[in-house]
């Protein structure tokens, strides 16, 4: 299997700054990543497909990039409603994975 | 709108039986693979299952294998995890999603979760 590993696996923040959170697959999986952002009691939400892939609808302060292992989530100037927690995920290969989640917290 | 609304969850004992259900609305639902993925309380992610747009094609993860069978029933636009022999790891919400493209890929659509809760 696939083994995600994000890091940092929290981030203390504060609004306005810029926030990087990377991903590591323990194999390559081209571009098949996705990122996802979570907040408490609610089901997760598509924010990147494909490393790079913004979804429609989500603020363009968030980005994405990698290729074959290395992957990073970039929120530039966070937003209140952006602290939350985020999980990066492949899809190149069954068994999907997930990484552990990387909590952001106001500072 | 696409919609995905699971049902099913509840208590039940350890070795014991549920079937949970995902009836999905908004979207042409052949076309799509649609999974399972589970969240322990205070825990990250885990998929579970997947099933192909046509439905043949299933995918379980090892922890479910044997135990766990997802299937979907095009003339319901609904797909099903049914799931014996429950362990008290099995406790978690568990979401049904939809993925971006008839084989698989990542989820753009979630439901709001269902509980099933492992104990005696």
């Known amino acids: 299997d696939i083994q995600m590993t994000q890091s940092p696996s929290s981030v203390s923040a504060s609004v306005g700054d810029t926030v990087t959170i990377t991903c590591r697959a323990s194999?390559?999986?081209?571009?098949?990543l996705a990122w996802y952002q979570q907040k408490p009691g609610k089901a997760p939400k598509l924010l990147i497909q494909?490393?790079?892939r913004l979804q429609s609808g989500v603020p363009t302060r968030f980005s994405g990039s990698g290729a074959g292992t290395d992957f990073t989530l970039t929120i530039d100037s966070l937003q209140p409603e952006d602290f939350a927690t985020y999980y990066c995920?492949?899809?190149?290969?069954?068994?999907?994975?997930f990484g552990q989640g990387t909590r952001v917290e106001i500072k | 709108e696409v919609q995905l609304l699971e049902s099913g969850g509840g208590l039940v004992q350890p070795g014991g039986s549920l079937r949970l259900s995902c009836v999905a609305s908004?979207?042409?639902?052949?076309?799509?693979?649609i999974s399972w993925v589970r969240q322990a309380p205070g825990k990250g992610l885990e998929w579970v299952s997947t099933?192909?747009?046509?439905?043949?094609?299933?995918y379980h993860a090892d922890s479910v294998k044997g135990r766990f069978t997802i299937s979907r029933d095009t003339s319901k636009n609904t797909v099903y995890l049914q799931m014996n022999r429950l362990r008290v790891d099995d406790t978690a919400v568990y979401y049904c999603?939809?993925?971006?493209?008839?084989?698989?890929?990542?989820?753009?659509?979630w439901g709001q979760g269902t509980l099933v809760a492992v104990s005696s």
């Open positions: 999603s939809k993925s971006i493209r008839s084989a698989g890929g990542c989820y753009d659509f």
């Open positions: 908004g979207f042409t639902f052949d076309d799509y693979a």
């Open positions: 099933v192909s747009g046509s439905g043949g094609t299933t």
């Open positions: 194999q390559g999986i081209s571009v098949w």
């Open positions: 494909t490393s790079s």
């Open positions: 995920h492949q899809t190149n290969i069954f068994p999907y994975t």
